[in-house]
T-cell receptor
Framework: DSGVTQTPKHLITATGQRVTLRCSPRSGDLSVYWYQQSLDQGLQFLIQYYNGEERAKGNILERFSAQQFPDLHSELNLSSLELGDSALYFC????????????FGDGTRLSIL | EDKVVQSPLSLVVHEGDTVTLNCSYEVTNFRSLLWYKQEKKAPTFLFMLTSSGIEKKSGRLSSILDKKELFSILNITATQTGDSAVYLCGNYGGATNKLIFGTGTLLAVQP
């Protein structure tokens, strides 16, 4: 058990809809990272927050947004969903914001119909 | 552009064999290289390497980094069926300090 909690485990929704994925980091970790994993793209970094502030940005679409709250949990919002957004979305956390091993949650599987 | 390339893409071995997985990288501002094992769910952390030439070891798994040639290898000796997984190599650094993963190596260990 990594200590990183993601909810829900599985989401099924239709194109054009909006969903929110939630992540609680390991106790004591200040950084939260979001990744998208699809069959053809592998594990892609989306965005990182450190202690509430955006720290690094990867290949995150404008339709996606994220935030980290004062209690350090994070939410990833995906809107105007398209079929291609179907993927496994992982959250990871680490103690600091640089070079530390990241501990991954079990992921949220998003299926767009 | 920062990138991480893993090879082979997949391999099938028999129990007891030794395997070597490769990871080469091109990244500015290198900070660390990390190996993860991904079975059905979340990637689980194996090793973090920051210094060249120093082997990290955990049981039958070991890894080493060559910062001059920009690659790392992950060795698994006496493989077991439980080693079957996707092994991910990630490089931390780049212009904006992010962890970039390769596409992974799928290892299947047959009894």
């Amino acid at each position: 058990d990594s200590g990183v909690t993601q909810t829900p485990k599985h989401l099924i929704t239709a194109t054009g809809q909006r969903v929110t994925l939630r992540c609680s980091p390991r106790s004591g970790d200040l950084s939260v990272y979001w990744y998208q994993q699809s069959l053809d793209q592998g594990l892609q970094f989306l965005i990182q927050y450190y202690n509430g502030e955006e720290r690094a940005k990867g290949n995150i679409l404008e339709r996606f947004s994220a935030q980290q709250f004062p209690d350090l949990h994070s939410e990833l919002n995906l809107s105007s969903l398209e079929l291609g957004d179907s993927a496994l979305y992982f959250c990871a956390s680490s103690l600091s914001d640089g070079g530390q091993p990241q501990h991954f949650g079990d992921g949220t599987r998003l299926s767009i119909l | 552009e920062d990138k991480v390339v893993q090879s082979p893409l997949s391999l099938v071995v028999h129990e007891g064999d030794t395997v070597t997985l490769n990871c080469s990288y091109e990244v500015t501002n290198f900070r660390s290289l990390l190996w993860y094992k991904q079975e059905k769910k979340a990637p689980t952390f194996l090793f973090m390497l920051t210094s060249s030439g120093i082997e990290k070891k955990s049981g039958r798994l070991s890894s080493i980094l060559d910062k001059k040639e920009l690659f790392s290898i992950l060795n698994i000796t006496a493989t077991q069926t439980g080693d079957s997984a996707v092994y991910l190599c990630g490089n931390y650094g780049g212009a904006t300090n992010k962890l970039i993963f390769g596409t992974g190596t799928l290892l299947a260990v047959q009894p």
